[in-house]
């Protein structure tokens, strides 16, 4: 599996930003997608992950309320709708694949990981 993300950019606190990742492979609704995200400095972290069908989602608690992960499995795509940002949203987020079942969080979990995207909100 092949994944590219897209959609990052310069936004205000407070704006919304969509995030884009394609997937290649014809296997794709067999995957657990992931966003993960690191910030200058900081470690990567866990940010929201999709099941394979889209029914179940999950999201860290610092973004709770204000992200959502999203699917089309007709497209390869997964989406990551991100509302409210702050200036703390401030990182690369990549997009991953997991072959794992259930609900995945760590990265070492992930089999597949995107080459990023840089989200950067100003104060």
């Known amino acids: 599996v092949q994944l590219q993300a897209s959609g990052g950019g310069l936004v205000q606190a407070g704006d919304s930003l969509r995030l884009s990742c394609a997937a290649s492979?014809?296997?794709?609704?067999?995957?657990?997608m992931g966003w993960f995200r690191q910030a200058p400095g900081k470690e990567r972290e866990f940010v929201a992950t999709?099941?394979?069908?889209?029914?179940?989602?999950y999201y860290a608690d610092s973004v709770m309320g204000r992200f959502t992960i999203s699917r089309d499995n007709a497209k390869n795509m997964v989406y990551l709708q991100m509302n409210s940002l702050k200036p703390e949203d401030t990182a690369v987020y990549y997009c991953?694949?997991?072959?794992?079942?259930?609900?995945?969080?760590?990265?070492?979990?992930?089999?597949?990981w995107g080459q990023g995207t840089l989200v950067t909100v100003s104060s």
């Open positions: 991953a694949a997991s072959g794992t079942r259930g609900r995945a969080v760590r990265g070492r979990e992930y089999d597949y």
């Open positions: 492979g014809r296997t794709f609704s067999g995957y657990e």
């Open positions: 999709i099941s394979g069908s889209g029914g179940n989602t």
